[in-house]
């Protein structure tokens, strides 16, 4: 008989830690069939497009994501079948066309800033987890980031963040704040919380093996 993965969804705002809270978790079960799934890999091809259009995409709204191929392929692991997982260029701006083989697993982090934004995505989650940071950390973060490993400079940074990311997260984001069984101020910092979502996960795993030893 096929065991069900638990799904876990993690989201929270852009430079909040959200992958960071994803990684512990990964950490902490290092013997387990575990893997984390990006949103991030399923922005739509935009191959259609002029380099000049796809620059203008905002890369924060609902609209940039095919969640639907998302929702499906986690559809086929759940069954036990693998899928082939999209890849994005971010230097075209579109999806290139390399794709990566996810077997199945016994838990999935399925992670992003708007997995909770679909109602069918949040109906595949066992766990769904908010990091709620505050603005000025994430700016600072994202500032940090984007000139240090994107190559930006400041003003951009500023400009995208006043311009798109800030009121995305107000619109889209932080409204998703009140599906999650799990809210995480300061993220990976808070150590109680990344053990209590811990616990849990060894609880269902301990579960899940003790029923199929009675089956």
């Given at each position: 008989?096929?065991?069900?993965?638990?799904?876990?969804?993690?989201?929270?705002?852009?430079?909040?830690?959200?992958?960071?809270?994803?990684?512990?978790?990964?950490?902490?079960?290092?013997?387990?069939?575990?893997?984390?799934?990006?949103?991030?890999?399923?922005?739509?091809?935009?191959?259609?497009?002029?380099?000049?259009?796809?620059?203008?995409?905002?890369?924060?709204?609902?609209?940039?994501f095919d969640?639907?191929?998302?929702?499906?392929?986690?559809?086929?692991?759940?069954?036990?079948?693998?899928?082939?997982?999209?890849?994005?260029?971010?230097?075209?701006?579109?999806?290139?066309?390399?794709?990566?083989?996810?077997?199945?697993?016994?838990?999935?982090?399925v992670e992003?800033?708007?997995?909770?934004?679909?109602?069918?995505?949040?109906?595949?989650?066992?766990?769904?987890?908010?990091?709620?940071?505050?603005?000025?950390?994430?700016?600072?973060?994202?500032?940090?980031?984007?000139?240090?490993?994107?190559?930006?400079?400041?003003?951009?940074?500023?400009?995208?963040?006043?311009?798109?990311?800030?009121?995305?997260?107000?619109?889209?984001?932080?409204?998703?704040?009140?599906?999650?069984?799990?809210?995480?101020?300061?993220?990976?910092?808070?150590?109680?919380?990344?053990d209590l979502?811990?616990?849990?996960?060894?609880?269902?795993?301990?579960?899940?093996?003790?029923?199929?030893?009675?089956?």
């Amino acid at each position: 008989m096929h065991k069900k993965p638990i799904i876990i969804g993690v989201t929270g705002g852009s430079g909040g830690g959200k992958t960071s809270v994803s990684r512990a978790i990964l950490a902490n079960f290092p013997n387990e069939k575990i893997a984390m799934i990006e949103h991030d890999s399923y922005y739509k091809d935009q191959s259609h497009l002029t380099p000049e259009e796809r620059v203008k995409t905002n890369y924060d709204h609902p609209f940039a994501f095919d969640t639907d191929l998302m929702i499906e392929q986690l559809s086929e692991l759940r069954a036990g079948r693998p899928v082939d997982i999209p890849t994005y260029d971010y230097t075209a701006h579109t999806r290139s066309n390399k794709t990566l083989r996810q077997e199945p697993q016994d838990v999935f982090i399925v992670e992003g800033i708007l997995v909770l934004e679909d109602k069918r995505l949040r109906d595949l989650m066992d766990i769904k987890i908010f990091v709620d940071t505050d603005d000025d950390v994430r700016i600072i973060r994202r500032i940090k980031r984007d000139i240090e490993e994107r190559g930006r400079s400041l003003d951009s940074v500023i400009t995208q963040y006043l311009d798109v990311v800030k009121p995305m997260y107000h619109q889209f984001i932080e409204p998703t704040k009140r599906y999650a069984d799990i809210i995480i101020p300061e993220g990976v910092t808070n150590k109680v919380a990344i053990d209590l979502i811990n616990t849990k996960i060894a609880a269902i795993l301990s579960e899940t093996e003790a029923s199929e030893t009675k089956d």
